[in-house]
């Protein structure tokens, strides 16, 4: 199946390619949530750009014998980092929400990715959300960008 992806050459550390990667996109999984603790700045020149301050989420385990926990996340706007990161990218792909996760009342930007997969803002709804490190939370999907250029 990696074969038929474009984008199977250019995204590192996949959990578990026979999972992540299908004919429509690579799914990515999550491998930390951040809270916001304190702002960062933003200006015009970008001379007092600061970064915010990120205070990582611990997870739980359900059973001592877990080898992986769960983040319990109450309501509320959060910023989670992926476990894959992109090499060589030729053309941008396309960063989008898992359906899955959409149907749960987690949610992330869809964004365009054209060098580096960048820290997302995860929001949760009101009823909160469980997680569980490594869950697939993202879909990287090719733009076609080159083929519709030259056509």
């Known amino acids: ?11 590192d550390n996949l ?4 999972t992540q990667v299908h004919e429509h996109g690579i799914d990515l999984t999550v491998s930390a949530i951040y809270r916001v603790a304190g702002p ?6 970008g001379d007092e750009l600061e970064d915010a301050d990120l205070e990582p989420v611990p997870t739980d ?3 001592p014998d877990d080898e992986f926990g769960w983040w319990n996340l109450e309501g509320g ?11 060589d990218l030729e053309e941008p792909a ?17 964004v365009l990715v054209a060098s580096h997969l960048p820290l997302m803002p995860l929001t949760v709804a009101d ?5 569980k490190e490594n869950a697939r939370v993202s879909t990287l999907i090719p733009t076609g960008a080159r083929s519709a250029r030259t056509e």
Do not use: C, K, W
Request: avoid cysteine.
């Open 15 to 18: 959990v578990y390619e026979p």
């Open 94 to 110: 396309q960063l989008q929400p898992r359906n899955e996760l959409l149907a749960r009342g987690g949610s992330h930007p869809s």
């Open 1 to 11: 199946m990696s074969a038929e992806n474009p984008l199977v050459d250019v995204v």
């Open 61 to 63: 385990l359900r059973d």
């Open 40 to 45: 960062g700045s933003l200006d015009f020149g």
């Open 77 to 87: 706007q959060y910023v989670i980092q992926h476990n894959e990161f992109l090499t």
């Open 127 to 131: 009823g909160g959300l469980r997680i």
